[in-house]
């Protein structure tokens, strides 16, 4: 994340891509994860309103395919999510928020480590994708990890709820089309990959 909220804006009256002019900005709220920035923009029709944006640092998401050819396996991760207060089926996913900066593809194979145990010979960097474009600048990088190994897991302190499961691959797709996933995250991330013909 930045430090100075106006780094990434223009203040000077010119309108952005979109035709907005941002009149003013400030830090509504901050912790070391999440910062939440208040802006006073000019809309392209001339109308003055309020935009609140929350600013996070880059994520992953890693779709990890094992099995074989003929059976191939999908690992999931299912965790207890705070907001919606449900636990919810994913991919392994996360940011390095005391390392801003670093590589995806090195956060990628740590957080694949770290939630599930498991490393891959082969990290495939799939695109980009944005969480929620309507409210936050985070940018997700999507992964397809093969080749796995499975080692320990080593979860951080408020990973702990996190279980770890290997399925069919069709189970997988079952439970997409059941609606029993219900991550948007993991969801386009299988969907990248699924048109590129990778799985």
Not at 112 to 141: D, P, S, W
């Amino acid at each position: 994340m930045t430090t100075d909220s106006s780094d990434s804006l223009s203040q000077t009256g010119t309108p952005d891509d979109g035709g907005y002019v941002t009149l003013s900005s400030r830090v509504a709220y901050e912790n070391p994860w999440t910062r939440l920035r208040e802006d006073i923009i000019r809309r392209p029709n001339g109308k003055d309103g309020l935009y609140g944006v929350v600013e996070r640092g880059d994520f992953v998401v890693i779709m990890p395919v094992g099995g074989t050819k003929d059976a191939p396996t999908v690992t999931l991760i299912q965790q207890f999510r705070y907001p919606v207060q449900r636990r919810m089926w994913e991919f392994p996913m996360g940011m390095w928020e005391s390392r801003p900066g670093t590589d995806p593809d090195i956060v990628a194979a740590g957080e694949l480590r770290e939630e599930t145990g498991l490393t891959a010979a082969t990290m495939q960097h799939i695109g980009v994708t944005y969480q929620g474009a309507g409210y936050t600048t985070q940018l997700g990088h999507v992964y397809l990890a093969t080749g796995l190994t499975q080692g320990a897991r080593a979860l951080e302190e408020t990973e702990q709820d996190i279980t770890c499961h290997t399925l069919p691959l069709a189970e997988f797709e079952r439970m997409v089309r059941e609606n029993e996933i219900t991550c948007m995250v993991t969801l386009a991330a299988f969907a990248m990959i699924r048109e590129r013909g990778l799985i």
